[in-house]
């Protein structure tokens, strides 16, 4: 059965950091671009950051630039989204998806658009408050 799941959600002070992991099981990682996605109360689910399956290209959203970081770990299966320096508007459940395909040619808009992403996983909370 292929299947996502993503950890390391919590409550965090603003200013504060967490890492998500987003770990695979049933298939490998390896020929997947994966992207991480956030859907606040109220709000539209929006793309955050992905990895390319090899190349090493990385997106980010312009909200998170310079203070994520997602890396990809293929022999533990795993992507990760490094966060520093969390806000509040940083709230959101936190979703990890699979997207097949080297792209090459498309923009960082269509990697970071949800709809082209598949596997969804359950998701883990993330809250920045004092």
């Known amino acids: 059965q292929v299947q996502l799941v993503e950890s390391g959600g919590g409550l965090v002070q603003p200013g504060g950091s967490l890492r998500l992991s987003c770990a695979a099981s049933?298939?490998?990682?390896?020929?997947?671009?994966i992207g991480w996605f956030r859907q606040a109360p109220g709000k539209e689910r929006e793309g955050v950051s992905c990895?390319?399956?090899?190349?090493?290209?990385?997106y980010y959203a312009d909200s998170v630039k310079g203070r994520f970081t997602i890396s990809r770990d293929n022999g533990k299966n795993t992507v990760y989204l490094e966060m520093n320096s969390l806000k509040p508007e940083d709230t959101a459940i936190y979703y990890c998806?699979?997207?097949?395909?080297?792209?090459?040619?498309?923009?960082?808009?269509?990697?970071?658009?949800?709809?082209?992403?598949?596997?969804w996983g359950q998701g883990t909370q993330v809250t920045v408050s004092a």
């Open positions: 998806a699979t997207r097949t395909g080297a792209g090459w040619g498309l923009t960082r808009l269509y990697f970071l658009n949800p709809s082209n992403y598949k596997n």
């Open positions: 049933g298939f490998t990682l390896d020929y997947y671009w």
């Open positions: 990895i390319s399956s090899s190349d090493g290209r990385v």
